[in-house]
Every structure is written in structure tokens, then in C-alpha cells.
């Protein structure tokens, strides 16, 4: 069969999730340069791309609209159940979820974490509103759906497609604030690049690192769990404060290879004999954690987040959590990616 038919040379069905952000965004005449996020329908977005309906047979759903600074557990127990059932179902061979990008990919990782099938999962935004001149949405959106109707991309878990790149949900991140080429994989690049004219080419053979997949806790709500930036002059009060506000884990973004004060560690380390799941990670853009280098992490039962940045970092932690996860050994496994 023809790439992306199946062999009765039907059109993949693809299933579009709309969540708000940039790429469903409009600027406001009342004021320049400003915009607000979130105001264009996933249906109206599709329409305003031309050629769509000759790669996929595409049916729109509106989860939320939200710009993503707003990203909740709510939006993402929703998008997760709606993606499992679709699949389950075979409603869908494929699914593309339209996201702003500020969060984009700690729900890509969420989602990464979550979902059973091999059935690809792609998240998409723009840095750009839908009203700007040079527009980087449509032709997101139309990247977006040339990955997820490819039998290709099946077995790679949730990627992020912008600006050509396809990137994984593990390494994806926004690395500018607004240039339309913000999005990276600073550890290992992008697993493959996609355009119009060029169609897809994947770097990287399907299948990647095995995953473990998280069940759903029940409710709507993952544990709290609380970022710790670190810092010259570091002392323990941010720390404490988490504590303090009934933190069920902490993630340092320490300094380096996930370094921080003396007395922020000694904090740190209290708060692991408390129970609470301590997690080292870094506010260095790129690089891995390593264990036991200059913090004793056996000594104090803490786990290192390898190449996870704080707030994938988080996610996790609060999966683990919720899955009663405890001992020391299996929780530094489930940071660590084996292929
Ligand atoms: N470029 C964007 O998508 C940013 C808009 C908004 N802050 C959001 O994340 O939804």
C-alpha cells in the first residue's frame, strides 16, 4: 500500500484533540503585538489549511481552550482517556493534539507515560497566532498530520512536530521564548525531520527505550509535587515551605549535576526521612544527573533524574507516586531509559 493508506487505499483517521495556545490564537485589534491564546476552534484551524483531507480523514474534538501556562491534570486525564479509548476502540489510527507551546512538552511526556498502543500520538503548537503574517501554525498542523497518518511513525510513543522537526516526548524542549525555532532535544536531537515537499525521514529505528506505562490514579489530581530552583546563597526555606504545603515529592533543579547548598541537602535529606521522594535534577539545559558523584544519593535515598529536566522530572515523580512506588532501586529504574 501507499504510504499512509491502508491496502483498500482508504485515508488514515485521524483524531484531532484541540487544547488552545498560540497555534488557536488571535491578536486583539485593540492592541499591538498582543494576542490571546486559545480563541479558534481545532475545527476552524483545520480549515484554514489547505490539502489536509487529501493525507487524512480528520475529525476534530475541543478537550479545552486554554493557553498552556494553564495546562492542568483535569485537561490531561481527558486527553489521555480520550486517546486510550479511541485506540482501543479503532476509532482512530492516529492522533494529533494542538497545544500551546509554554507546556507542550511536559504534557507530551505525560501523555508519553500513560498511553498503551503504538499508534502514533503527535503534539503540535506554533509560536505564532493564527492572524500574524508568516504564520507558523498551518504549517505545523500540516507536518503534523503528514507524521500522524504514517504507518511509519507507529511504535516511537508521542512526538512533538514543529518547524520540521519531529522530536521525541522525553528530549523535547522549548529553548527560545519567541523565535519559531524553539523547539530542541538538547541530549540526542530530533528523532526525524518532516516538510511538504520531502515528506518524513526518521534518524532513529521505531521502538526507541522500553517504557513503562502508568496506570491513571483514580481522580482528577496527581500528587504534589514541588519544583526547587537552586541557586548561589541557596538556604532551606523553599524547601521547608514545599514541606510545609504537604509536598509528596520534591525535584531539585539544582545547580550543575544537580547540586545545591549544604543546607538546602540537609533539608532535603530530612524530607527524604519523612517520606517524601526526593529527586535531583538540574537547571543546565542539557547533560544527565549522575549518581553518587558529589551527593551521596544512596546514603540519603534520593534518585537522580538522569536526562529528565525539573519539570518532566515532576511528572514522573508524581506517576511513581501515585502508582505507591517506593523502593529506592525500582524508582531510580524508571528515570533511567534503557534501550
Ligand atoms: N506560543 C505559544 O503557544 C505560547 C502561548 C501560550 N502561552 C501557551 O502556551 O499556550
Known amino acids: 500500500a501507499e504510504p499512509g493508506k491502508d491496502a483498500a487505499g482508504s485515508l488514515p483517521r485521524i483524531l484531532v484533540l484541540a487544547t488552545g495556545g498560540t497555534i488557536a490564537g488571535q491578536a486583539d485589534p485593540r492592541a499591538t503585538g498582543a494576542y490571546k491564546s486559545g480563541q479558534i476552534t481545532g475545527e476552524q484551524l483545520m480549515a484554514s489549511v489547505p ?47 494542538t497545544h500551546g507551546t509554554d507546556t507542550l512538552e511536559e504534557t507530551a511526556f505525560f501523555l508519553d507515560n500513560v498511553v498503551r498502543g503504538d499508534k502514533p500520538v503527535v503534539i503540535v503548537g ?13 504549517g505545523n ?3 503534523a498530520v503528514q507524521v500522524a497518518a504514517d504507518p511509519r511513525s507507529r511504535g516511537r510513543g508521542v512526538m512533538a512536530v514543529l518547524n520540521d522537526k519531529i522530536q521525541g516526548a522525553r528530549s523535547v524542549t522549548k529553548t527560545n521564548t519567541t523565535s519559531i525555532e524553539t523547539f530542541g ?30 496506570q491513571l490514579p483514580a481522580g482528577e489530581q496527581l500528587p504534589r509535587v514541588e519544583i526547587v530552583y537552586s541557586h548561589a546563597n541557596m538556604d532551606a526555606v523553599p524547601i521547608e515551605d514545599a514541606i510545609s504545603h504537604g509536598a509528596k ?18 533539608a532535603l535529606e530530612a524530607a527524604a526521612k519523612k517520606g517524601i521522594l526526593v529527586v535531583r535534577s538540574t537547571r543546565v539545559r542539557s547533560g544527565f544527573v549522575t549518581r553518587n558523584v558529589e551527593v551521596d544519593d544512596d546514603k540519603n535515598g534520593f534518585v537522580v533524574s538522569e536526562d529528565l529536566n525539573p519539570q518532566k522530572a515532576r511528572v514522573l515523580t508524581q506517576l511513581l507516586i501515585a502508582s505507591g512506588v517506593t523502593a529506592p532501586a525500582e524508582l531510580q529504574k524508571a528515570f533511567t531509559a534503557t534501550w
Not at 58 to 77: C, P, R
Request: proline share 4%.
Open 126 to 138: 506554533s509560536m505564532r497566532p493564527a492572524s500574524a503574517v508568516s504564520a507558523d501554525g498551518p
Open 249 to 266: 515529592g520534591i525535584v531539585l533543579a539544582g545547580v550543575g549535576d544537580g547540586n545545591t547548598s549544604k543546607s538546602a541537602l540537609d
Open 185 to 214: 532535544s538538547p541530549n540526542d536531537g530530533p528523532i526525524g525531520y518532516v516538510d511538504t515537499a520531502g515528506g518524513i525521514r526518521f534518524l532513529t529505528q521505531a521502538g526507541g527505550f522500553k517504557r513503562a506505562t502508568y
Open 141 to 143: 498542523l500540516y507536518e
Open 51 to 97: 490539502g489536509l483531507d487529501k493525507l487524512a480523514k480528520l475529525n476534530a474534538e475541543q478537550i479545552s481552550s486554554i493557553g498552556s501556562q494553564d495546562m492542568n491534570d483535569k485537561v490531561w486525564f481527558a486527553l489521555a482517556r480520550r486517546i486510550q479509548d479511541a485506540f482501543d476502540k479503532n476509532e482512530a489510527d492516529g492522533v494529533i493534539i
